[in-house]
């Protein structure tokens, strides 16, 4: 059942939503002050920042591979009995689904004619050469392969792990629980969710204004509608209006129905260019494409042009970089509540591998087909892509036969692309801005779905392309910082886990007849009701108890509690730091999948857990002895370990 009632996390939506705010106003006031403001900011990032964000997306990298091959990479994300809700053929769907979107339509064919026709600065090859050719694709696939991927699956893991398996909060602020406890709901927890908010917001605003442009371009070259900023504007509203008529026809009706009716309009546009293309050459070229890539990932991956510096990598490399990281909380978050159940080696793989090897068949059919094109028809496709890339597509699809048929089918697919991704973005920032909660009132995704369009309007007025590319790059900006953060909250968080599942059995040995009492509750599914009570009268009073002997011994102890949870941290001597845990733990269906229930089936709870943080087992049922008990073995773990 909807609820009308405002859900709303104050300080992360006034701080959102008011910068987003000031940046708007800014920008339609003065337009041409604005552009150059952008224009510096651009530069100052990329000559200031840019080694951070090639250092930083190659962290994201390394970390997600060894968190697959390591020895956390059996740790499932849910509770340790618990399995993937989806098969794995609707899951790597659903990957799919999310690694599609405007960008491939705009730099399917774009982009690999770029660097063909002009290749990197600093690169000693002639531009439409052969050797062009080659490079071009590497270059694409570097820019959309594995590294974005990366990206997303940590955002995607720091979610599951901490939502899923320690109950918390469905928002990036969840990292910070390992290093602050639960004042991760303060102040510190606002900022970091705020910022997520804010790159993500421009993050899609800068996918949409991109799309506006190429729907623009294509309806002019359909039906000579004029091309300029203006009808761009218009577009977006039209197109925010249609959004707005698929989030109040909820998440089934809306999302998942435009979402299906995407993956089958892509499949037959590649198809259709697959077939009407050089067909045995693009599947030759996408093995060689891939082995290429594989085996110059690691030059890429650091290449900075330090010693021939140029505009090239803040133009492409660097531009990537920011836009993958400001949508990662988008596209994170979804990939996350469809993976729930998977062992942490599953999903990062997945993740990887997946989305990755469809968009370089995706690139591969454009890109390569587009390349022969111009090759064996005197260049002239390169330079009408020169002369407006947001025409590269159209130009292609002219030289292909049925290019009428694909034409239309192309401005289909980019205006639903829009649209899925405009309402699946407002439904992401409003969960983030609503604390987590995930069943909020329909209005507000109405605001968020509006408050997209007006930034990308805004930001197409005050400087096209090139103030869209900036926003993201300097959104993103603040948030890298907040993913490297939420990598170590990540890590230290798997390593607390494995110290505690080294002897989580209570301390104390149960008396005789314990055990059927244990055994009972083990096997009882228990309502929220229930497990709430347990909290009440067994949880707190056990912890309240340790907490107030450690304080009469001279310790330093600190509980903190709400409805939901209690936790007891204490400072040990040595500079230990103990901290036990305790929060109820819905188990239950995802509340939002492409593929999914509709979300009244989808949240409702079909038991609870009363379940400590970090070390992922269930305490209801226990006595208050055994709950004590329990405490004082993780305290002996700890004090048994070398003081700082």
């Known amino acids: 059942m909807k609820t009308s009632k405002i859900k709303l996390c104050w300080p992360v939506f006034l701080g959102a939503a ?11 006031s003065t337009p041409e002050t604005a552009a150059e403001v952008f224009r510096q900011a651009q530069d100052w990032v990329i000559l200031h920042f840019g080694w951070f964000y090639i250092l930083a997306v190659a962290v994201f990298l390394v970390f997600t591979l060894l968190l697959a091959f390591g020895r956390h990479g059996a740790v499932r994300l849910g509770t340790d009995d618990e399995t993937p809700e989806f ?3 609707s899951w790597f769907a659903m990957l799919f689904s999310a690694g599609m979107g ?26 439409r050469s052969i050797e062009a050719a080659r490079q071009a694709m590497v270059t694409t696939f570097f820019h959309w392969g594995l590294h974005a991927w990366a990206v997303y699956a940590v955002v995607g ?48 605003a800068t996918s949409l204004g991109f799309g506006a442009a190429q729907a623009n371009a294509g309806l002019a070259h359909l039906v000579g509608l004029p091309i300029s900023p203006g009808m761009q504007v218009l577009l977006i509203v039209g197109i925010i209006a249609i959004t707005l008529v698929s989030v109040v026809a909820g998440l089934d009706a809306g999302i998942r129905r435009l979402s299906l009716l995407n993956l089958i309009l892509a499949a037959a546009l590649m198809g259709f260019v697959l077939l009407a293309g050089p067909t045995l050459f693009l599947i030759q070229a996408f093995v060689q494409n891939t082995g290429a890539y594989l085996a110059d990932i690691v030059g890429r991956t650091f290449r900075m042009h330090a010693y021939q510096p140029s505009g090239w990598l803040g133009g492409w ?38 989305p990755a090897g469809f968009t370089f068949a995706w690139m591969t059919i454009f890109g390569n087909t587009a390349i022969q094109m111009d090759m064996a028809q005197g260049g002239w496709l390169s330079a009408a892509v020169g002369q407006d ?43 983030i801005a609503s604390g987590g909660s995930e069943e909020n009132p329909v209005w507000q995704r109405i605001f968020w779905a509006c408050a997209i369009g007006a930034l990308a309007s805004a930001l197409l007025l005050a400087g096209g392309l090139s103030a869209l590319q900036t926003a993201a790059l300097i959104g993103a900006l603040p948030f890298t910082v907040v993913m490297l953060i939420a990598c170590w909250g990540l890590s230290r968080a798997l390593k607390e886990e494995e110290e505690a599942r080294t002897g989580h059995v209570p301390a104390r040995a149960p008396v005789l007849g314990d055990w059927q009492r244990r055994l009972a509750a083990a096997l009882h599914r228990p309502s929220r009701s229930t497990a709430s009570r347990h909290l009440d009268a067994s949880v707190r009073p056990a912890l ?12 330093t102890a600190e509980l903190s509690s709400d409805a939901d949870a209690v936790a007891l941290t204490a400072e040990l001597p040595g500079g230990r730091r103990f901290a036990y845990a305790v929060r109820l733990h819905p188990m239950k269906e995802a509340a939002f999948a492409l593929a999914g229930a509709r979300p009244a089936e989808a949240s409702r709870h079909q038991w609870w857990r009363v379940e400590v943080i970090g070390a992922g087992y269930d305490i209801f049922g226990w006595s208050r002895d055994d709950i004590i008990g329990d405490v004082m073995a993780g305290l002996d773990r700890v004090m048994a370990q070398p003081a700082r």
Not at 319 to 344: C, E, H, K, N
Not at 412 to 430: C, G, R
Not at 549 to 554: T, Y
Request: net charge neutral; hydrophobic share 55%.
């Open 102 to 127: 405007i960008g491939l339509m705009f730099f399917g064919v774009a982009e690999p004619m770029m660097h063909y026709a002009t290749p990197p600065t600093g690169d000693p090859i002639a531009p």
């Open 389 to 431: 890339v947001t025409l590269a597509l159209f130009r292609f699809l002219d030289a292909l036969p049925l290019s009428s048929i694909s034409a239309w089918l192309a401005t289909a697919l980019i205006v639903t692309f829009f649209v899925t991704s405009a309402d699946s973005a407002a439904l992401v920032v409003d969960t």
């Open 18 to 28: 008011g910068t987003l705010l000031a940046l708007v106003a800014f920008a339609i």
């Open 544 to 555: 309240e108890a340790v907490c107030d002997e450690l304080r009469k011994r001279g310790g």
């Open 157 to 204: 893991l720091v979610l599951a792990y901490f939502g899923f398996r320690r109950g918390l909060p469905l928002t990036i602020r969840s990292a910070l629980q390992p290093f602050i406890g639960e004042k991760f709901r303060g102040p510190a927890g606002h900022a970091v969710d705020a910022f997520a908010v804010i790159g993500t917001m421009l993050g899609v």
């Open 317 to 354: 490399t660097l531009l990537y970089w920011a836009w993958w990281i400001a949508w990662s909380p988008f596209v994170g978050m979804f990939i996350a509540r469809v993976s729930r159940g998977r062992t942490i080696r599953e999903f990062v793989l997945g993740v990887l591998l997946a």
């Open 87 to 89: 098969d794995n053929v």
